[in-house]
């Protein structure tokens, strides 16, 4: 017998089947009894939630000789000639190989003629976003004048990606990711027939692993049960999937608190000549910071080792949320892209640098609240005591990097005319920020230049006469920026960009110096990390 994968076996062949998605089901069965069913239908959910099932089912029990309540039969000649792939009247594509306007003609020549044998034809295009526009704008004029026994089903994944004007012409179903329980009893009702034994533990952990999808989790079963005879452990799951060690994961996660950049490079490697998933162990990352996160907010989980606890002394919330923020980022960065391990150096690199990862919306955050204690003092003018003089030269030292000129300017000439000793530093006349520093970007992510992307990201860019500055408050930022390639890089950037000739120039502003070898200095004669990542 042909050998089929456990999720295409397993595959529910009827509504009352399917796992976690009552909610759809329940109306599209409604709909089928009473014979109201709409000309076209949007499934849009996360991947294995059940989209592409559900579709079938209903194709099936539209066109059933005996159904039942709803449901297929299963059994009667066009159940099983669409079972059994048999009848042109019902067409899945995929829309991610077949995303071209011709496809799409091609059905809407074939939606003219009547079926061949059945009631309805059915077409289920699945990942529906990734037709291009003029295949979009085919199946609209489709959708606008269906004939009668025509029915679309549309599946998507990200259904924010497709027109509204479709949207707005089909009926939507937005399929959940299944609960862990739902998943386990599946799995657990899959071992039984295939008379497997299993630790409990073990299908917890697939469970999470699949994260709502039941086609993940059937797939990771599959290679635990084929992997090797014998019941499916915690252990073999662990083998199979497996993030890597957890005191891997913890050496990581005490370099990036400890800012040790060289360490944070040398526990990578190890991490990446594993071989394992990027999102499974960035999943482990992410979960030692929230717990690190729980710990420094109240008390510490009893997962949490001493060494962590003790890296993590003297580290501020405001980080830790920071560092979970730019990882969860990354998850979604890691799903997308085909070279996982380049992105996830980079990130866990730029996580481990000497320099405070800083925001934007910390920044504007710290600018507005100084704006506001500066009005405070204009509005009441304090006796220039000994005390306040204190707090000026304080102001003053924070170095605050102003955004918004205008207001700057008018905050200034009224600190002048006061004649406080409040200063604003680095604001000069002239000196205006690049607008196309998003272009710039977006360039940089299109050509795959990767490093200068993420060495982009926060940074902020001005420009004065001739000269283009990049400023960074990120170490890691400013090594990769500085090369000359990347200068160079930047260079032909920006000037296809404002259309004039340029000379680039890469800044490092510390918190207490604006040096720009100190982090040169501080690099010296250690395995940098914008050589690693070349
Ligand atoms: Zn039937």
Known sequence: MAYVALYRRYRPLTFADMVGQEHITKILKNQLKTGKVSHAYIFSGTRGTGKTTAAKVFARAINCLNPKDGEPCNECEACKSILEGNSTDVVEMDAASNNGVD???????????????????????????????????????????????????????????????????????????????????????VLGTLNVGYEEEALERIAYLADGGMRDALSILERCVNASSGDVTAAKV??????????????????????????????????????????????????????????????WPDTISDTVKEAAEGVSVARVNLIIKHLSKLDEDLRQSTNGSVLFKAKMLELATKVPVLDENMLLNKIQELEMKLEEVLRNPPAPTKSTRKQDEKAEDKKVEVKQESSVDNVEKEVKKEEKSVKLVQVKAGKKQLKELSKIMQRASDEDNLKVFSALAGTEAFIEDDTVTFSTKNGFAYGVLNKDTSKDYLKTLVEDEIERDVNIRIEYITEDSKDEKSFEQMMQGTDVPFQVID
């Open 103 to 189: 496809n799409i003609r091609t059905i809407r020549q074939e939606v003219a003629y009547s079926t061949t044998g059945l009631k309805y034809k059915v077409y289920i295009i699945d990942e529906v976003h990734m037709l291009s526009a003029g295949a979009f704008n085919a199946l609209l004029k489709t959708l606008e004048e269906p004939p009668a026994n025509v029915v679309f089903i549309l599946a998507t994944t990200e259904e924010h990606k497709i027109l509204p004007t479709i949207l707005s012409r089909c009926i939507r179903f937005e399929f959940k990711k299944i609960g862990k329980p739902e998943i386990i009893e599946r799995l657990k009702y």
């Open 238 to 299: 662990e083998e199979i999937v497996g993030t890597v060690p957890a005191d891997l994961i913890e050496s990581l996660v005490i370099n990036i608190l400890d800012n040790d950049v060289n360490s944070a490079n040398k526990t990578v490697n190890k991490i990446l000549e594993k071989g394992k998933d990027l999102r499974n162990i960035n999943d482990a990352i992410i979960e030692e910071f929230l717990n690190i996160l729980i710990g420094l907010s109240s008390e």
